[in-house]
């Protein structure tokens, strides 16, 4: 039976929960599915070559949501994982299709998975849609209610394409790693001419890499295909005039990590015109890390407060450094008004996260409203979240309403009100729920525990938390993913916080004795 899926309960949602619903908790579904053609009507040959399976239903869920939601939505889902495997250091060594592991749980990893998405996704780029559905149709025609290898895919990609594919399998199936590039641009006035230089940094070879480079002139992309081959290569084109933007990899498809120095003039014109979700992405980054510095970066940012994708409006809310004054001055009108404004329930609990932080009392009521009447559970937590900040006595009381069976956004608000804004009581309500969670239940109080540690003037409640943090650094378990390290920071960052106040010194010397235990324990 091909057609049998089973999905994790999570998936079953109330309707509260579906009104906060992203895309990030609905693409299991997809993949699920798509595991009917890849998986069950050709299954993978061997654990090693898990990726015809994995990678491709990795991939089906982009694909998913392009049909369902649109371009902007798969680009946000693909670029999200993608960074996930970039991030990871360890998986930089492990080649797609791997012959040595030491479990098969080995081979459920982000090369496996997100990498292999991503490097599916390049391949239908360069391929282009009717060439790469072909090929994967003919994949499954070829070896169905059988098993599948990563050269059958190949095998057939090549068929139905009329090109040599050993280049891309050897360097993304059955290689590891990934480019890791700088790209820097000269215009010459003279000979009219822009070049662009593209170095890779990796260690061993430099991988082969067909892109697209569009050059702006006038308002219109001049599209240029190009290969990489070489560690170092400048590509050049003629143009009238200095392009407005020069955008290297104009498909964004590219599996590699870049440092782009193009000036943040480029980066907000390509903000402005260039197509693509990560077009959009890489220019609100450059922006979000010179807003403090630069009028511009700062007025790039408040107009990503309004992008069309609301996650580009999320990441453009959260990245606000509000405690910069002028920072402040140029979105807190805009944030006043998306207060009103906004929709999406993410969004809006970015835009109020933002306000909050402005601790000005005239948006209390504008917060409270939305705490009251939102629908959405997420937008009512970060209203009471915002309102710690506005009204710290009103949020407490209000907060103490999920102290019991409440939903999770509310429960994590509630505990974020406590953990900023409360005081003794607070305290031992979560000392207490600490005490009372078993195994993994006792996580969620990690956080807000820190952040008491250095807030309350009481050393009876300073020593009763460095207690139980000291407790869960010498669990074992937990040692194993460094959980120690962080909790002596944490405890050592919160005895810091105390200085200055009158209990300094014994707090300091409890924060000491735990931190040695800790380190002396093994
Ligand atoms: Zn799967």
Redesign the pocket.
Same mark, same amino acid.
Do not use: K
């Given at each position: 039976n091909t057609t049998a899926t089973l999905h994790g309960e999570q998936v079953q949602m109330t309707d509260k929960e579906l009104v906060d619903r992203e895309y990030s908790s609905e693409s299991v579904i997809a +993949?699920?599915l798509? +595991?009917q053609w890849f998986?069950d009507y050709v299954t993978a040959e061997s654990w090693s070559n898990l990726t015809v399976?994995?990678s491709m239903?990795?991939f089906s869920e982009g694909l998913y949501a392009e049909y369902k939601y649109g371009q902007d939505a798969a680009d946000a889902h693909n670029y999200r994982y993608l960074q996930r495997y970039l991030g990871s250091k360890r998986d930089v060594t492990k080649n797609l299709v791997r012959f040595h592991y030491d479990t098969q749980e080995d081979m459920f990893d982000l090369v496996t998975?997100q990498k292999g998405g991503a490097i599916v996704q390049m391949l239908r780029t360069y391929l282009g849609d009717d060439v790469f559905f072909a090929g994967l149709q003919k994949y499954l025609q070829d070896n169905k209610f059988g098993n599948g290898e990563a050269h059958q895919m190949r095998l057939a990609m090549e068929a139905v394409s009329g090109k040599d594919l050993n280049w891309f399998y050897n360097q993304w199936y059955y290689g590891a790693g990934h480019p890791v590039v700088s790209i820097d641009y000269a215009w010459d006035a003279a000979a009219k001419k822009q070049s662009v230089t593209v170095k890779q940094t990796q260690d061993g070879h430099p991988f082969e890499l067909p892109f697209t480079i569009d050059y702006y002139v006038n308002g219109k992309p001049v599209h240029q295909q190009v290969t990489m081959t070489e560690a170092t290569q400048t590509f050049t084109m003629p143009l009238a005039t200095k392009p407005m933007l020069v955008n290297v990899d104009a498909d964004k498809t590219l599996l590699w990590k870049k440092t782009d120095n193009k000036p943040l003039t480029e980066f907000a014109y390509q903000y402005k015109v260039a197509p693509r979700f990560v077009d959009r992405a890489e220019a609100l980054e450059a922006a979000l890390a010179k807003q403090t510095t630069d009028a511009s970066a700062r007025s790039l940012v408040v107009s990503a407060l309004s992008d069309k994708y609301y996650q580009l409006r999320v990441a453009a809310a959260e990245g606000l450094k509000m405690d910069n004054k002028d920072v402040a001055k140029a979105a807190a009108p805009v944030l006043r008004k998306l207060a009103t404004t906004e929709k999406e329930p993410h969004a809006l609990a970015a835009v109020l996260g933002a306000l909050g932080q402005l601790k000005d009392k005239k948006d209390e009521k504008l917060v409270t409203k939305e705490l009251a009447g939102n629908p959405s559970l997420t937008v009512q937590g970060a209203a009471l979240r915002a309102l710690g900040n506005l009204n710290a006595p009103e949020a407490l009381t209000r907060a103490k309403a999920y102290e019991v069976d409440a939903p999770a956004p509310l429960g994590a608000a509630m505990l974020s009100v406590y953990a900023r804004q409360g005081g003794a009581a607070q305290w031992a309500f979560i000392r207490d729920r600490f005490d009372a969670a078993q195994g993994q239940g006792k996580f969620r109080y990690l956080g807000p525990m820190n952040q008491m540690l250095g807030r309350l003037d009481d050393p009876k409640a300073f020593s009763e938390d460095v207690t139980r943090l000291q407790q869960m650094a010498m669990l074992p378990q937990l040692k194993a993913y460094g959980y120690d390290k962080l909790a002596i920071a944490a405890i050592q960052k919160g005895a810091e916080a105390q200085k200055g106040k009158p209990n300094a010194a014994q707090n300091q010397a409890t924060a000491d004795a735990a931190v040695q235990a800790i380190q002396a324990a093994k």
């Open positions: +993949h699920e798509f +595991h998986g399976n994995e239903a990795d998975y």
